[in-house]
């Protein structure tokens, strides 16, 4: 059975049994089994993903881009572009490892007693992100021009965040910040990217060498394309829970406590399961690693446990 129609009963099942599946009290089976699958997940990335000692295969779009860029002629149009292949190569890593962190933070956070009510959602959200965008810069599938464009527009996006945020800081912080925005924008300039301006003259994304890409990349969309299909329903969910929408709230209120679900811890893991296979798959193909067998690994573990859920959730034997 897959493991999704197992985990999303229809309605006539749920009817005919009379149980509503994981709408349970989170047990210390379950949740060990939780945990233990998610470490697993982790600690096999984190191996897939390991350089080996022979290096990785030059025949991959990583190398192909890298030798394009340095096949330039001298100037500044190249060193610019040369550092925003360079920036999206080790923000996709920063941003990995960011996420990963969050991974063990949900460790924990499952196994707390008493047991956590919304937190393994936000935790789960920040991963999923994490991953996403990291599949964002690394996409496999998209031309140079268009993973320049989405450095620059990440470049500038960020600079003018931290300009705006520096106003509360102080003069000094503030200039700082305004400098870096500046060399955001020469840098994307020097590159060749061109600006995308709307009717009011603000700049909402770049083009380089025709290939567009906005400033804001609509990370829901994003997501949606980027995770399995079994996955994809996940996000929703999460930003509520991250956003605190009146219905988690409701949710976590039993007879005046606050109660933890067995679904809500499940949700979280099959988030951060879908954005490890889903992020390890994008680092390969971007990168040459081979990970076919990593993969093949997580789709066993990932089934087993999916298989052995409802059971620990309830309980039963």
């Known amino acids: 059975m897959d493991g999704l129609n197992l985990l999303v009963m229809n309605d006539r099942q749920a009817t005919i049994t009379g ?37 990785l295969n030059r025949d991959t779009v990583f190398y192909r881009e890298a030798d394009a860029l340095l096949g330039l002629p001298e100037g ?26 969050h991974i063990r933070a949900l460790e924990h956070d499952i196994l707390m007693q008493p047991p956590p009510v919304w937190s393994p959602l936000t935790l789960a959200r920040v991963t999923l992100e994490g991953c996403a965008f990291t599949g964002y810069l690394y996409d496999p599938a998209i031309p140079l021009g268009q993973r320049l464009a989405r450095v620059a527009g990440m470049a500038v996006a960020e600079a003018r965040n931290e300009a705006t945020a520096a106003v509360g800081y102080g003069p000094e912080e503030q200039a700082g910040a305004l400098a870096k925005r500046e060399d955001a924008e020469k840098m994307a300039r020097a590159a060749g990217a061109e600006e995308r301006q709307d009717r009011r003259g603000r700049v909402m994304g770049y083009s380089v060498d025709g290939e567009y890409a906005p400033m804001d990349h609509k990370i829901g969309a994003q997501i949606k394309a980027f995770l399995p299909a079994w996955g994809a329903g996940v996000y929703p969910l999460l930003s509520g829970a991250a956003h605190g929408r009146p219905w988690m709230i409701v949710r976590g209120r039993t007879s005046g406590d606050w109660a933890g679900e067995a679904a809500t811890v499940l949700t979280a893991v099959i988030a951060v399961m879908g954005s490890l296979e889903a992020g390890l798959a994008s680092w390969a193909a971007y990168l040459g690693a081979d990970v076919t067998a990593a993969l093949g690994t997580m789709d066993e573990v990932r089934m087993d446990f999916l298989n052995r859920s409802f059971m620990l959730a309830h309980g039963e034997p």
């Open 19 to 55: 149980i509503r599946p994981f709408c349970v009290p989170i047990t210390e089976p379950f949740a060990q089994a939780c945990v233990e699958t998610l470490r697993t997940f982790r600690e096999l990335a984190d191996k897939a993903l390991t350089i080996p000692d022979g290096g």
């Open 76 to 101: 500044e149009q190249k060193q610019a572009r040369l550092s925003l292949h360079q920036r999206a190569l080790d923000g996709g890593h920063l941003i990995w490892v960011h996420a990963v962190d």
